[in-house]
């Protein structure tokens, strides 16, 4: 039983009594309802009954089940519900009458056929927070899933070496469009409890992505020609990027005129920090070639270590192995154990740490575990 100050109890998480309902699969969606529940939400997570979200199949890495599940959908509730079936569909309803948020990301059209856009919705259940997330808009018929948006927004063409382009290494557009939700369903919540309007929520994967190319975007339109693809290196500041130092290799990241004197005087060049090549950061990123062969041969007798000391900054250039071991993640407290359908499995804990609270790290669902006792709580048989 929780000790009640005021009106509060002492442990309490911030969404605490606030219910979501999800009908979501994949990952943006997701991302976004696992959020709401670290904060203390109870997500209800609609599947198709028997396969579930599709996401569930993407691998088997983790005891058996996906790594992409297991990673987004944790301390939620699975409500095995076919939506095209009327019985069904009253029920989710049922559950919308009582909820405070409904979020989907159906394919195009998908909602709006079952009645679910968020028009119909907030008609039917006015103080109901609706949240749509899509590739293109909700006007779009085109699907969308990562790559394509990574393609579509020129990340990709951003990305990789000047001879090929690369994939960044995750969902980025999905996660984007995650954070956005989930972003705009706390702002709704918020202006629902200061006005009584619930206003409606819709993000694109599309739009999301295309937030975070902010400054590319601004370079290429204002510049004539977009920052060129660099590697392991930053398009537009040098020198930044992947050096071999003494102990290893390290990326070296340089991004003030005071940090660049530093390293000049490190390498035992002083004078390099006014050679007109290399004299401001355009200089430097204008003439990268023959500043990195300069860098190079001085830094490979030079201990990492030095350079911390001298204020500038460095990182190892790790595997995600080498990132899962790392002390900083132990110091600090950042695993948890969260129980799965398949047995326990480390995770990481939200990255936001609010002071006095502690997030749900809750079970990750089977596909349909909890239908019957919230089919009970409806007073609802079938």
């Known amino acids: 039983m929780r000790r009640m100050v005021g009106r509060v109890a002492e442990d309490a998480r911030p969404l605490d009594g606030i219910a979501v309902v999800s009908v979501e699969q994949a990952v943006a969606a997701p991302f976004a309802t696992r959020q709401l529940a670290d904060l203390g939400a109870r997500v209800i997570k609609v599947e198709r009954p028997g396969e579930g979200d599709f996401a569930r199949s993407y691998d088997r890495t983790v005891r058996g089940q996906s790594s992409y599940f297991v990673w987004l959908n944790r301390s939620k509730e699975s409500l095995a519900l076919d939506l095209k079936v009327p019985g069904d569909l009253e029920i989710l309803h049922a559950l919308l009458a009582r909820a405070d948020v409904f979020v989907q990301n159906l394919g195009p059209g998908a909602a709006d056929r079952l009645g679910l856009g968020a028009a119909a919705l907030s008609a039917r259940h006015a103080r109901l927070v609706v949240c749509s997330i899509s590739g293109y808009g909700p006007e779009s018929h085109r699907k969308a899933y990562d790559l394509l948006v990574q393609a579509e927004t020129g990340l990709l063409a951003l990305t990789g070496t000047p001879e090929q382009m690369a994939r960044v290494g995750i969902s980025v557009a999905d996660i984007a469009a995650g954070v956005y939700a989930y972003s705009g369903i706390l702002a709704a919540l918020y202006t629902r409890a200061t006005t009584g309007r ?8 599309f739009e999301a992505l295309g ?102 900054a460095t990182a190892p250039v790790n595997s995600v192995a080498e990132f899962l071991a790392h002390p900083l993640l132990a110091h600090r407290g950042r695993w948890a154990e969260v129980q799965t359908p398949n047995g326990p499995i480390m995770a990481l804990r939200p990255p936001a740490d609010l002071a006095g609270v502690s997030p749900r790290m809750d079970p990750v669902p089977a596909v349909g575990q909890h239908t019957d006792a919230i089919l009970d709580e409806l007073g609802i048989t079938r």
């Open 198 to 205: 619930a206003p409606a929520v819709s993000v694109s994967l």
């Open 211 to 312: 937030e975070w190319l902010g400054a590319p975007a601004y370079y290429t339109q204002y510049g004539g020609e977009p920052p060129p693809r660099s590697d392991a290196r930053h398009a537009t500041i040098a020198p930044y990027g992947p050096f071999s130092f003494k102990d290893g290799t390290f990326l070296l990241a340089v991004q003030n005129q005071r940090e660049w004197v530093a390293l000049c005087s490190l390498v035992g060049e002083p004078d390099l920090a006014a050679d007109a090549r290399f004299a401001t950061n355009p200089d430097r990123v204008a003439n990268r070639t023959a500043l990195e062969s300069l860098l190079a041969a001085r830094l490979a007798t030079v201990d990492s270590a030095a350079l911390a000391h001298a204020g500038i």
